[in-house]
């Protein structure tokens, strides 16, 4: 079958750095994708991934190792607006997407 | 900025009731989705459609139904509204290509059926 997993909920530090994992398995593969959530708003578009490596953008960074079937997503100098659900998303062979449940960050100052 | 409208942005009914949660979007994007999605919940796709007159069914599509007559407009129908169907309704469209999980989302339609 086809899942992704990530972490429920994490706890980090306003400044501090933080990395949310996830893994997938998709019948072939095309992408893997990062969305914010804010609660009670839809999601919005982070970050992409197709080729392994590292993808900076600003305060946040994406990597993806196609081998392992694994992506982090990575947050830098942690801001109190970061609290939100972070999804994590992969492409299949015919480009439809699989969503994870998310993971819940909550940013402590 | 995305161009992507829902409405009604909030709604309650009755049991029984039909409605159509509509969703316009100005991107010229040819495909569209709509998610079901309960609070701290994945999303769940309902329908989604590559173009006009091409519409699918996802993983929640038994009570519902949608059409695609053009290309900017994606509404989704509930024949019979019941309470198991209280959840926020997210329509998106992507791009077709190389970017087509890139969605951009509406801001939802906040269901709830007494």
């Known amino acids: 079958g086809q899942n992704i997993d990530q972490p429920t909920e994490m706890t980090a530090t306003e400044g501090a750095i933080v990395q949310i994992n996830c893994t997938y398995q998709t019948s072939g593969f095309n992408g893997l994708f990062w969305y914010q959530q804010h609660a009670g708003e839809a999601p919005t578009f982070l970050s992409y991934?197709?080729l392994d490596g590292l993808e900076e953008k600003g305060r946040f960074s994406s990597f993806l190792s196609r081998s392992k079937g694994y992506s982090y997503l990575l947050l830098k100098e942690l801001q109190m607006k970061d609290s939100a659900s972070y999804l994590c998303?992969?492409?299949?062979?015919?480009?439809?997407?699989?969503w994870g449940a998310g993971t819940k960050l909550i940013i402590k100052p | 900025e995305a161009d992507i409208y829902q409405t009604p942005r909030y709604l309650v009914i009755g049991t029984g009731k039909k409605i159509t949660l509509e969703c316009s979007q100005t991107m010229g994007h040819d495909k569209m989705y709509w998610y079901q999605q309960d609070p701290g919940m994945e999303l769940h796709l309902i329908h989604y459609?590559?173009?006009?007159?091409?519409?699918e069914k996802g993983d929640l599509s038994s009570e519902s139904t949608v059409s695609r007559i053009r290309t900017e407009h994606f509404p989704l129908t509930l024949e019979s509204a019941r309470p198991s169907h209280t959840s926020q309704y997210l329509c998106?469209?992507?791009?077709?290509?190389?970017?087509?999980?890139?969605?951009?989302f509406g801001e939802g339609s906040r269901l709830t059926v007494l």
């Open positions: 998106a469209s992507s791009a077709t290509g190389r970017d087509t999980g890139e969605l951009f």
């Open positions: 459609s590559y173009g006009v007159n091409s519409t």
């Open positions: 998303a992969a492409t299949d062979s015919n480009y439809q997407l699989i």
């Open positions: 991934n197709v």
